[in-house]
């Protein structure tokens, strides 16, 4: 009995200390991306369809996108995690 509360209270610890994913879309509203990109819309950078149609074939986007991100070259530097940017961008380029 001691060993099964144990091994439920260890499953406890590691399932607090997961971290949540967060989808593409919540992404981008968190950090900002939102504030400058509309789906369908072009406002002060372009739209999010426009942005997936740019890099429809380009197979390195996800890489070269998340390089200027990071660096912040021709975008503003984000402050967001590579789990952040690897989910906000797939989103942003898979949109339709």
């Known amino acids: 009995m ?13 399932a607090s200390g997961m971290a949540y994913a967060q989808s593409g879309a919540e992404v ?6 939102l504030n400058c990109h509309d789906m369908a819309v072009k ?32 975008h503003p530097k984000s402050a ?3 789990a952040e940017l690897k ?3 797939q989103y942003m380029l898979t949109a339709k």
Do not use: H, R
């Open 28 to 33: 981008a509203k968190a950090k900002g991306c």
């Open 2 to 14: 001691k060993s099964i509360l144990m091994v439920v209270a260890a499953v406890g610890v590691m």
């Open 80 to 82: 967001a995690s590579d």
């Open 87 to 89: 989910a906000a961008l």
């Open 43 to 74: 406002k002060m950078g372009p739209s999010i369809k426009d942005i997936a149609a740019k890099f429809k074939d380009d197979k390195g986007a996800e890489a070269k996108l998340t390089a200027n991100l990071k660096e912040g070259k021709g």
